[in-house]
């Protein structure tokens, strides 16, 4: 059964960055896409990156595009989220999701994902 636990989230200034990092544990754990999904207070879950189970696709939300990169590192079953340029409303919890698609090359934004982390608190504010 796969296992996701995030670490990473903060404090940080507008302008700021921070670099998120999710841990997969579980049998065939590297073929899963990994997606981060991200809350605010009162708002729906929004879909934010995604990376393919081969690795070769990356997805983002248009709010992040050219400010978050997401990565993956196979050898030691990490996936990162790189965000950058932060503002006050990328303030929100970010969850890390996995999924197994048929198709290794799918990475889509939207919450399908049948596996979750716990969610780590990112919060940007002066």
């Known amino acids: 059964q796969l296992h996701l636990v995030e670490s990473g989230g903060g404090l940080v200034e507008p302008g700021g960055s921070l670099r998120l990092s999710c841990a997969a544990s579980g049998f065939g754990s590297n073929f899963y896409a990994i997606a981060w999904v991200r809350q605010a207070p009162g708002k729906e879950r929004e879909g934010v990156s995604c990376?393919?189970?081969?690795?070769?696709?990356?997805n983002y939300a248009d709010s992040v595009k050219g400010r978050f990169t997401i990565s993956r590192d196979k050898s030691r079953n990490m996936v990162y989220l790189q965000m950058n340029s932060l503002k006050p409303e990328d303030t929100a919890v970010y969850y890390c999701?996995?999924?197994?698609?048929?198709?290794?090359?799918?990475?889509?934004?939207?919450?399908?994902?049948?596996?979750w982390g716990q969610g780590t608190q990112v919060t940007v504010s002066s």
């Open positions: 999701a996995a999924e197994l698609f048929a198709d290794s090359s799918d990475a889509p934004l939207s919450p399908i994902f049948g596996t």
């Open positions: 990376i393919s189970g081969s690795g070769d696709t990356t």
